[in-house]
Nanobody, 124 residues
Framework: QVQLVESGGGLVQAGGSLRLSCAAS????????LCWFRQASWKERDFVAA????????NYVDSVKGRFTISRDNAKNTVYLQMNSLKPGDTAVYYC?????????????????WGQGTQVTVSS
């Protein structure tokens, strides 16, 4: 049984930082593209960042470029999202996801497995 478990969310002031983690089990971790999505209240789930199988290619939504960094540790079966210079507009539930596709994808339908989400709230 595949499981993705996020952690690291919380309440932070604008300008602060958080590091999200997503621990995976039940799959061959290095064979999956990994991604973070987020969903704010009353909105659709949006792409944030993705990372290739080997970790050498990334893709970010424009609004987080230069502030967020996605990384993976295949030995620990864990993907991370380092979030710096947080803004109130970053407030959302953050989800990690894994795709068996070979190349990076940004659409939710391309992802096979999902975590339960972790809340990030940025106060002004």
């Amino acid at each position: 049984q595949v499981q993705l478990v996020e952690s690291g969310g919380g309440l932070v002031q604008a300008g602060g930082s958080l590091r999200l983690s997503c621990a995976a089990s039940g799959l061959t971790f290095s064979n999956y593209v990994l991604c973070w999505f987020r969903q704010a209240s009353w909105k659709e789930r949006d792409f944030v960042a993705a990372l290739s199988r080997s970790g050498d290619m990334t893709n970010y939504v424009d609004s987080v470029k230069g502030r967020f960094t996605i990384s993976r540790d295949n030995a620990k079966n864990t993907v991370y999202l380092q979030m710096n210079s947080l803004k109130p507009g970053d407030t959302a539930v953050y989800y990690c996801a894994a795709s068996s596709r070979y190349f990076i994808r940004t659409q939710t339908r391309e992802y096979n497995y999902w975590g339960q989400g972790t809340q990030v709230t940025v106060s002004s």
